[in-house]
């Protein structure tokens, strides 16, 4: 099917600079696209593979090695000088979140290799994808071996696949571009920060754009041929724009007084490192060929620096991701970027300026604003795409509504004592909202039976594809693994593979070797936020153990849910989600009152889990209680503890005083889980946790 030009795309004015400064200068590194669903991420993305201009490839290669300079040591060479070579269309190639690492780098045929000697590789995507560009959808998903591999190709430019003492290296050279949505989770911090520009898109909240925006998309669906000859011009010229910048970027001059501009923002907006100066560089150098100037300008600077630092800042991972304008504008202005009177933009020299994406998206646009130089806030009215549907209408991160949602009536009866006055730890006005201090290394909490494999983390002990190994089987069709060499050879003895003429190994005495890694888990906090628990000083203990944990979840990979129960009811204050930030958030915002309804929390916490192993059968549960055992309200717990019968679990006994009741102790034998006093938490790293 005929693509959607790129550009007849409505608004989206800084992810399409970003998308066109790395088309004209790969070594920029690459664009992250956030931002919520329907806002035609992957539409733009994928329409700016008909920009880039063609390759010369060695005839018949299959890892597109430049004639010029083909790669010593690519497995198809070595190519002789004057080899026969063509041309070809740049590459987009996409990488599923569900692809395998033998697709990914390639594979190796360990039975040929084992049976006849031979060395036969098959090239993976990233061969594929070398001097083109490389498109993960839903970036933040991508599980963890499979980021280390794109981080080793993305520093190295090239790709390893190194098994059982076979090695095979070739280039891996691309543009990388991800596109992800923040509801679903924040990928690996070392992954975003390879990503040389973040940009952050989000539905128009003008009407005419988006009456626009469904305009062009209707008439695409009608006839896609027809609709792409409209912009068929435009799409010329923009292809020839990033042409003529790309020759023109090796003649561009940054002065030194420009580079010690770009040291001086870096550091007053407190980057880590030298890859933010490195990145700001090359895409105020990008820009300025793009503008058909042949020097960087101060301009050029602010501009870079907009897409190539907010992301760069974020010191904790848990810290709520975006873009913060304030600082960088400080920054800006700490380094001077309006003293510079040498520095007056020069017109650009030649090329269709009235038909690139900085003047509007050509001339069948709408008229949208010119932003090449002075870039949109990236939630502005103008961030649009063909296939927009809208912005959700939650008003929370994942589109809930505030967790605090119940009224001063519903917060139970005995947040006031006799006399009418607030209990401790309580608000005049209803219930108090108390804060965290700070995040400790708690105790690992591990599922202690050995689980499936079902999601790589490094929580639980499971079979795995990676790991300490632990024994042998056949395999179950092709070789998925590795083999496991010792149990080949003695299959192969067993056949009678040492007599006289018999062939050593075949393919039938194969056998792969069994793995024990970790995986990941769905954790399941529920907390008790009640009158029993409302004592300040307490809570803020309370909050920061739950803190240190959703921390520790977050290193860990794993998905996390939140219940908090006070008053007559229990509350979903966290659906389960990868984005431990959001529970943060939430957390941060957690209030305290009322009676204890306990079992109310356990049955929230048992539909919970329910409809998540429908929804994801592999991936385990683990519930961490924190209570002190009370239940003021409903019933007993030991009733409703059955229904979470065979679910590993762990009890944090919040009671405190010299007078204990040990009721939580109680709720962890009913629950058949091991309890731990809150102080302890942070005691050591001995695993604890129930089979399930």
């Given at each position: 099917?005929?693509?959607?030009?790129?550009?007849?795309?409505?608004?989206?004015?800084?992810?399409?600079?970003?998308?066109?400064?790395?088309?004209?200068?790969?070594?920029?590194?690459?664009?992250?696209?956030?931002?919520?669903?329907?806002?035609?991420?992957?539409?733009?993305?994928?329409?700016?593979?008909?920009?880039?201009?063609?390759?010369?490839?060695?005839?018949?290669?299959?890892?597109?090695?430049?004639?010029?300079?083909?790669?010593?040591?690519?497995?198809?060479?070595?190519?002789?000088?004057?080899?026969?070579?063509?041309?070809?269309?740049?590459?987009?190639?996409?990488?599923?979140?569900?692809?395998?690492?033998?697709?990914?780098?390639?594979?190796?045929?360990?039975?040929?290799?084992?049976?006849?000697?031979?060395?036969?590789?098959?090239?993976?995507?990233?061969?594929?994808?070398?001097?083109?560009?490389?498109?993960?959808?839903?970036?933040?998903?991508?599980?963890?071996?499979?980021?280390?591999?794109?981080?080793?190709?993305?520093?190295?430019?090239?790709?390893?696949?190194?098994?059982?003492?076979?090695?095979?290296?070739?280039?891996?050279?691309?543009?990388?571009?991800?596109?992800?949505?923040?509801?679903?989770?924040?990928?690996?911090?070392?992954?975003?920060?390879?990503?040389?520009?973040?940009?952050?898109?989000?539905?128009?909240?003008?009407?005419?754009?988006?009456?626009?925006?469904?305009?062009?998309?209707?008439?695409?669906?009608?006839?896609?041929?027809?609709?792409?000859?409209?912009?068929?011009?435009?799409?010329?010229?923009?292809?020839?724009?990033?042409?003529?910048?790309?020759?023109?970027?090796?003649?561009?001059?940054?002065?030194?007084?420009e580079l010690d501009r770009i040291a001086r923002v870096c550091l007053a907006y407190g980057v880590d490192g030298m890859r933010a100066d490195i990145v700001v560089a090359r895409c105020a150098v990008a820009l300025a060929a793009w503008h058909g100037r042949d020097r960087v300008t101060a301009d050029d600077i602010r501009d870079a620096a907009r897409l190539a630092l907010p992301h760069r800042r974020r010191k904790d991972p848990l810290?709520?991701?975006?873009?913060?304008?304030?600082?960088?504008?400080?920054?800006?202005?700490?380094?001077?970027?309006?003293?510079?009177?040498?520095?007056?933009?020069?017109?650009?020299?030649?090329?269709?300026?009235?038909?690139?994406?900085?003047?509007?998206?050509?001339?069948?646009?709408?008229?949208?604003?010119?932003?090449?130089?002075?870039?949109?806030?990236?939630?502005?009215?103008?961030?649009?795409?063909?296939?927009?549907?809208?912005?959700?209408?939650?008003?929370?991160?994942?589109?809930?509504?505030?967790?605090?949602?119940?009224?001063?009536?519903?917060?139970?009866?005995?947040?006031?004592?006799?006399?009418?006055?607030?209990?401790?730890?309580?608000?005049?006005?209803?219930?108090?909202?108390?804060?965290?201090?700070?995040?400790?290394?708690?105790?690992?909490?591990?599922?202690?039976?050995?689980?499936?494999?079902?999601?790589?983390?490094?929580?639980?002990?499971?079979?795995?594809?990676?790991?300490?190994v632990v024994g042998s089987r056949i395999p179950r069709g092709k070789l998925a693994g590795a083999p496991h060499l010792p149990a080949t050879l003695r299959a192969a003895i067993h056949r009678g593979a040492l007599t006289a003429g018999a062939q050593v190994v075949q393919p039938r005495d194969l056998r792969e070797a069994v793995h024990v890694g970790r995986e990941a888990n769905l954790v399941l906090f529920v907390v008790d936020a009640?009158?029993?628990?409302?004592?300040?000083?307490?809570?803020?203990?309370?909050?920061?153990?739950?803190?240190?944990?959703?921390?520790?979840?977050?290193q860990r990979r794993d998905r996390v849910g939140m219940i908090t129960f006070r008053g007559r009811t229990a509350e979903q204050v966290l659906p389960p989600t990868s984005s431990h930030e959001v529970g943060v958030l939430r957390l941060a915002s957690l209030r305290t009152g009322g009676r204890t309804p306990l079992a109310a929390g356990l049955r929230a916490a048992a539909a919970t889990i329910a409809i998540e192993r429908r929804r994801?059968?592999?991936?385990?549960?683990?519930?961490?209680?924190?209570?002190?055992?009370?239940?003021?309200?409903?019933?007993?717990?030991?009733?409703?503890?059955?229904?979470?019968?065979?679910?590993?679990?762990?009890?944090?006994?919040?009671?405190?005083?010299?007078?204990?009741?040990?009721?939580?102790?109680?709720?962890?034998?009913?629950?058949?889980?091991?309890?731990?006093?809150?102080?302890?938490?942070?005691?050591?790293?001995?695993?604890?946790?129930?089979?399930?």
């Amino acid at each position: 099917m005929t693509p959607y030009p790129f550009s007849a795309v409505v608004g989206l004015d800084d992810l399409r600079l970003a998308l066109l400064l790395t088309a004209v200068s790969p070594a920029v590194g690459g664009v992250l696209v956030r931002g919520e669903k329907g806002t035609a991420k992957s539409t733009v993305v994928r329409a700016l593979a008909s920009l880039l201009p063609e390759v010369d490839v060695v005839r018949g290669c299959r890892f597109a090695c430049d004639p010029a300079a083909p790669d010593p040591g690519c497995p198809d060479g070595p190519h002789e000088p004057g080899a026969p070579h063509g041309h070809r269309p740049a590459t987009l190639v996409e990488l599923p979140v569900g692809a395998t690492e033998d697709r990914v780098v390639g594979t190796l045929d360990i039975q040929r290799a084992l049976a006849d000697g031979v060395k036969a590789y098959e090239p993976g995507l990233l061969a594929a994808a070398h001097r083109g560009a490389l498109y993960v959808d839903e970036v933040n998903l991508l599980p963890d071996h499979l980021v280390d591999l794109l981080l080793d190709a993305a520093a190295m430019g090239r790709a390893h696949v190194e098994r059982d003492g076979v090695s095979v290296k070739h280039a891996a050279r691309f543009l990388l571009v991800g596109t992800m949505n923040p509801e679903e989770g924040e990928p690996r911090p070392q992954l975003v920060d390879r990503f040389g520009l973040v940009v952050t898109v989000s539905a128009p909240r003008d009407a005419k754009l988006r009456a626009e925006v469904v305009r062009r998309r209707l008439a695409y669906e009608a006839g896609p041929d027809a609709f792409a000859a409209r912009f068929a011009a435009d799409e010329t010229a923009l292809a020839a724009r990033i042409l003529a910048a790309r020759e023109a970027v090796p003649s561009v001059l940054l002065p030194d007084t420009e580079l010690d501009r770009i040291a001086r923002v870096c550091l007053a907006y407190g980057v880590d490192g030298m890859r933010a100066d490195i990145v700001v560089a090359r895409c105020a150098v990008a820009l300025a060929a793009w503008h058909g100037r042949d020097r960087v300008t101060a301009d050029d600077i602010r501009d870079a620096a907009r897409l190539a630092l907010p992301h760069r800042r974020r010191k904790d991972p848990l810290d709520p991701p975006g873009t913060d304008e304030e600082r960088l504008e400080e920054a800006l202005d700490q380094a001077g970027m309006d003293d510079d009177p040498d520095d007056d933009p020069q017109p650009p020299s030649g090329g269709p300026d009235d038909n690139g994406p900085d003047s509007g998206g050509g001339p069948d646009s709408n008229g949208t604003p010119d932003s090449s130089n002075r870039p949109q806030s990236s939630g502005g009215p103008n961030s649009s795409g063909p296939d927009s549907s809208g912005p959700d209408s939650g008003n929370g991160p994942d589109g809930s509504s505030s967790p605090d949602s119940s009224n001063a009536s519903e917060r139970g009866d005995d947040s006031r004592s006799s006399d009418g006055t607030p209990k401790e730890g309580q608000a005049s006005g209803g219930a108090a909202a108390v804060q965290a201090g700070a995040a400790y290394r708690p105790r690992a909490l591990r599922i202690a039976a050995r689980g499936e494999g079902g999601h790589a983390g490094r929580r639980s002990p499971a079979f795995a594809r990676r790991g300490r190994v632990v024994g042998s089987r056949i395999p179950r069709g092709k070789l998925a693994g590795a083999p496991h060499l010792p149990a080949t050879l003695r299959a192969a003895i067993h056949r009678g593979a040492l007599t006289a003429g018999a062939q050593v190994v075949q393919p039938r005495d194969l056998r792969e070797a069994v793995h024990v890694g970790r995986e990941a888990n769905l954790v399941l906090f529920v907390v008790d936020a009640s009158g029993s628990m409302a004592a300040r000083k307490r809570m803020t203990v309370v909050k920061t153990a739950v803190l240190s944990l959703l921390r520790d979840a977050y290193q860990r990979r794993d998905r996390v849910g939140m219940i908090t129960f006070r008053g007559r009811t229990a509350e979903q204050v966290l659906p389960p989600t990868s984005s431990h930030e959001v529970g943060v958030l939430r957390l941060a915002s957690l209030r305290t009152g009322g009676r204890t309804p306990l079992a109310a929390g356990l049955r929230a916490a048992a539909a919970t889990i329910a409809i998540e192993r429908r929804r994801d059968p592999r991936r385990r549960p683990l519930l961490i209680v924190v209570t002190d055992g009370r239940a003021t309200s409903g019933p007993d717990p030991a009733l409703v503890a059955p229904a979470l019968a065979g679910v590993a679990a762990v009890v944090v006994d919040c009671e405190s005083g010299p007078i204990r009741l040990g009721l939580a102790r109680r709720l962890a034998a009913a629950l058949e889980a091991d309890v731990m006093p809150l102080d302890a938490l942070a005691a050591g790293n001995t695993p604890i946790g129930k089979a399930a």
